[in-house]
């Protein structure tokens, strides 16, 4: 299946989702206002695209575990961008939720999104204890445990002299498990190996650590145009991040170092099972850092 058909159905699965009896017809405005801003839709794709490379024919049960996972992704940047948290007028180009639509419905829009991806995956006809660890793994890499006990870290190290280790800690829960993720629920749908599973893991750490770092990048060099949002709002919040750390050109040696070792790993990977990562390499490929491929910094 091409990449736009995916991108496609993951925005019909989760508009088919909403299509059901309707309590509040505002709310889910709200909702889809969001959804279909926009946006690369990384980690849905990274997961369908994951499963194809493992050799499984692509099916409705999937697109809902990768809808659900898009949901919870649409719904952390609403409550991002409210002004208790980053206060940001803009996302992918156009207005943010909070702007649009007033606080109070763009925090119950957020909520719905985390609440609602749960029962999307229990919905999905996979074996049952597939669905409970999907939806396990899902809950420990969104909530207390990884992006929102990261967040919470994010916001305490504002303004402070914090070490690499930390902001490394940060990162790896506030943006690195979701985008681990895929990697995780790919190995659990198809079920391989224990050694492949942990494999996998290290794969999707490796490369949320590197959109991190990426992400860091371009808040400095990138204008509102490439990215949809205000520039420089890590600076003006006094963040910690990479090129503060190391500049802006060791953030970069950086960035390529996670990449290549993120690729060294597919070709192990390769190696071991009956995998292509040829769909992988060619979304890592699209992030790459240089002239050709700024234009295309969106969101992720």
Known sequence: MKQDEKLARIGQTIEGFYAQ??????????????VNAGGKRIRPLLLLELLEGLGLELTEAHFQVAAALEMIHTGSLIHDDLPAMDDDDYRRGRLTSHKKFGEAMAILAGDSLF??????????????????????ELSLAAGTFGMVGGQVLDMQGEGKDISLAELQNIHANKTGKLLTYPF?????????GESQQEKLKVIGQLLGLAFQVRDDILDITANFEDLGKTPQKDVAAEKATYPAIWGLDGAKRFFEKQIEETEHLLAELEAELAFSGAAIRKIIES??????????????
């Open 115 to 136: 609440l609602d991806s749960y029962a999307l995956i229990a919905e999905a006809a996979l074996p049952s204890q597939i669905k409970v660890n999907l939806i396990a």
């Open 21 to 34: 009896k309707v309590v509040s017809a505002d709310l889910i405005e709200a909702i889809l206002y969001s």
């Open 287 to 300: 992030l790459k850092l240089n002239d050709e491929r700024k234009s295309r910094c969106s969101s992720l």
């Open 184 to 192: 995780i629920a790919a190995g659990l749908i198809a079920e391989v």
